[in-house]
């Protein structure tokens, strides 16, 4: 196998659940191919680098093998390989996003009768 639809091989990879998933982040540009957006049916050949938006992290990686089926993650692992660039600059995401955690997250639902007392004594 030389080429491989790339929402076909991002499914595999395990960078989407679902194929449809893998198609629709194509369609909406969080995946591109030597830095332009593609479609879903552009074929992806060992040796392209792609730029992956994949929830919250970015990727850039290297295609080192195809697939079309999908298989444990560490089978998945072997399908590409990192940019060193691309790890780094994941990291450094990943690093900043831990550090400047969301304030909402601390919230812990509804205030209580006596938070929402405490809440109108301060308020005008």
């Known amino acids: 196998m030389e080429e491989l639809r790339i929402d076909k091989w991002l499914w595999a990879a395990r960078f989407y659940k679902t194929r449809t998933l893998a198609q629709d982040a194509v369609e909406a540009g ?3 191919v ?10 992806v ?4 680098i792609l730029q992956i938006r994949a ?7 290297l295609v080192r093998a195809l697939s079309t089926q999908r298989g444990p993650a ?3 692992r ?5 940019t060193p660039q691309g790890l780094k600059r994941r990291l450094e995401a990943i690093e900043l996003r831990r550090q400047n955690t969301d304030p909402a997250a601390n919230l812990k639902g509804r ?3 006596q938070d929402r007392r405490n809440i109108e004594k301060w308020l005008p």
Do not use: C, H, M, N
């Not at 030597?34 to 074929?43: D, I, L």
């Not at 929830?55 to 990686?61: A, L, M, S, V, Y």
């Open 74 to 76: 560490v089978f998945a």
């Open 55 to 61: 929830g919250e992290q970015d990727w850039e990686i």
């Open 45 to 48: 050949r060992p040796g392209d």
């Open 78 to 82: 072997t399908l590409y390989d990192e």
């Open 30 to 32: 969080q995946v591109k």
């Open 111 to 113: 205030p209580t009768k």
């Open 34 to 43: 030597a830095g332009e957006r593609v479609k879903p049916s552009r074929a």
